[in-house]
């Protein structure tokens, strides 16, 4: 079909998605506590004529919408984050997603008349905190999409090549107390021993590939400096562009605190914390989301981002194809998590953004629908990427 045709629709229906969107930016909710968030979008999905599953993988606030038309055919999902960041609110334009999906949902059912296909949406809670898509998929959940698709409001309009996978893990070694000065023998110090897990830290830096990246910081311990500290514990980062890799440099790094520990005369808690998996790239996606970004007049089209940080969408793009179109509403070279993303959360750019959103998403499924050879060369391309990346 004509992509016009989405667009026309997307343009007469915008103003009550964009006054949505307004909405839950002036009604923050943090991770796992998005309810006001979800029901907006539950019951916009529900008056569609979307099936929903409320509170699915032990999550309140997550839920599963689907929209089936005929047999068989691609199952298109759409993610959309909905939480805020404490004590600044929506300042990663979390916002902008939810409205801007359901624009492309109301779109693909009421003006393309192609049978066969699914459309699955998915509200994911806590991503900056929990990574409830992590916890989903733990739950066999989105593993069932053919293409996982998603929109982000950034800088530029764009597309994600590479991302980080990350590790976290906390660290508290257990010593023994004393005073520094009258009775040091008796001492067994979990400061030292932390500050050898760093030292060692900083030698294995020298012994790994050049995308590894370490770093810590100290949560609890440091004492009075006469007292020999009996705890201190710290919290450390690992991340690597591939997640088989990272797991040969987590057994390294095990063995620094167990070194650190026996050194010291200490013993430790080591809790593994959040695994966040590199993103597997499929260029063949990003290519029909930037196609529509064209054809929509999406603002600021750039190149793709070729290397990102971490985050658990990657998660999701490690089991199955994904893509997410970033599109700009804020000036260049801005960080998200910044007073100038809430700036720019309701302006006239930022509705722009959630618009262009829906356009490309709407056209890139309803081309993925009817170009099923399409579906079939993005799940080639993520197998032959998936398997070079160890």
């Not at 064209?294 to 658990?312: L, N, W, Y």
């Amino acid at each position: 079909m004509e992509d016009q045709k989405l667009f026309n629709w997307i343009d007469q229906i915008k103003p009550r998605y964009l006054d949505m969107a307004d909405e839950i930016f002036d009604n923050p909710e943090l991770g796992k506590q998005e309810f006001k968030t979800s029901k907006l979008l539950i019951d916009d999905l529900r008056e569609m004529g979307f099936d929903v599953e409320v509170g699915i993988a032990g999550l309140e606030t997550a839920f599963k919408a689907t929209y089936r038309r005929g047999q068989g055919g691609p199952n298109i999902g759409f993610l959309i984050e909905m939480d805020a960041l404490e004590g600044i609110g929506h300042a990663c334009a979390h916002h902008m997603q939810g409205p801007s999906i359901l624009m492309a949902m109301s779109a693909i059912i009421n003006n393309f008349e192609g049978d066969n296909f699914q459309l699955t949406v998915y509200g994911t809670p806590a991503e900056e905190t929990a990574h409830g898509k992590i916890i989903m998929l733990k739950e066999g959940y989105m593993k069932e999409l053919d293409v996982a698709l998603m929109m982000h409001g950034s800088p530029t309009t764009t597309a994600d090549v590479k991302s980080m996978a990350m590790t976290t893990a906390f660290i508290t070694f257990h010593g023994k107390a004393s005073h520094a000065a009258i009775k040091p023998e008796e001492g067994r110090s979990a400061l030292d021993a932390m500050v050898l897990s760093f030292t060692g830290v900083e030698f294995l830096r020298e012994h790994v590939r050049e995308d590894t990246r370490m770093h810590y910081s100290i949560l609890e311990g440091t004492g009075a400096a006469n007292v020999v500290p009996a705890k201190c514990r710290a919290k450390f980062y690992v991340r690597s562009y591939s997640r088989e890799y990272l797991n040969e440099v987590e057994k390294r790094f095990e063995n620094i605190i167990k070194g650190a520990a026996l050194m010291t005369d200490t013993t430790y808690d080591f809790q593994w914390g959040d695994r966040l998996n590199n993103k597997i790239p499929v260029l063949k996606l990003n290519e029909v989301l930037m196609e529509k970004a064209e054809e929509a007049g999406a603002p600021q089209i750039s190149g793709p981002r070729k290397k990102t940080g971490s985050t658990d969408l990657s998660n999701v793009m490690y089991e199955i194809p994904g893509s997410c179109i970033r599109v700009a509403f804020v000036p260049v070279g801005t960080a998200s998590h910044s007073q100038a993303f809430i700036d720019c959360g309701k302006t006239k750019e930022a509705h722009v953004a959630i618009e262009m959103g829906a356009k490309v998403l709407a056209a890139s499924a309803v081309k993925l629908i009817e170009e099923p050879n399409i579906v079939a060369e993005i799940k080639a391309e993520f197998a032959e990427n998936k398997a070079k990346l160890k």
